[in-house]
């Protein structure tokens, strides 16, 4: 990727060609597909520097845990083992994870929030259903939040209060990517993001969810579902403020990518198994502007809340 910082790629062992480990070319090139932009171009060096050497690492754990056909547990288990390293201020031989070393030393990365990501897929290897939403919102503070927790190290803006709404906006992020995955997760992975109980309660099964097309059942589920993801962002409003300079941009537009899918969900009435459902670059740029100024989402809220 022509737009990658050089700190991306640290000489260092060379990596065999059999070794299973996800090559970090091949998944920074994955950030042209994320509903939000990774790294904006108007932010300094260094900070875009760490936002991609955070995506590479989410990235990566995240690639083992979805597509690799080698042992996921023990290349997470490597990926333990290469950050036990980088910890120690010691030669790291997995490059996703050598590309956290300025922010380390820098003291902008914590250790617990690159742990979580790790275990997050090893979760995905054990579990495939959740019966509750709350159950779902654990997954995500291992899955999601820890993300915006580096993010806000990055920025040197990791305080108690802006985490709680960094969390919001990640776990919204998180809902919003399950929805548009819906098939491919089922039909690939044979994992469910869906709670249970939100299926019993719209009347929707398993055999509706591998279907081709939704019904007006897994419609009105998915509606519901972005409503949360929305009601999350919304929440997390306060958290652009806090945010100086241009920075602020780059926080906004992460939300505003979710806001941006969600709108492509309801303009297909919300049948993510017939479409994918990716936001347009005319609509995050709205979304962006809606909450760098403040402007009021009208928006009503989903008729089953509060219920």
Known sequence: MSDVPPSLAPAGRVRPSADPMPALDAVLAKAGSENFPVALGILPRRLRAE?????????????????TAADRFALLDRVDAALDALFAGKDVDIRAVAALAAGVRAGHFAEEPLRRLVEANR?????????TFNQLRDYCSYSADPVGRLVLGALGADTPDLRVLSDRVC????????LQDVAEDLHHRDRIYLPAEDMARFGVTEADLRAPQA???VRALISFEA???????TAARPLTRAIPGRAKLAVAAFAAGGLAALHAMARVDYDVLAHRCRP?????LLETLRIVTGMPDNRAPHPEFGR
């Open 51 to 67: 936002l991609m050497a955070i995506y590479g690492f989410a990235r990566l754990v995240d690639d083992i845990g979805d597509e």
């Open 123 to 131: 979760i995905d290897q054990r579990v495939n259903r959740y019966d």
């Open 171 to 178: 776990t919204g992020l998180q809902i919003v990517e399950h």
């Open 280 to 284: 347009k670059k005319s609509q995050l």
């Open 227 to 233: 409503s949360r993801a929305r009601e999350l962002f």
């Open 215 to 217: 019904t007006s059942r």
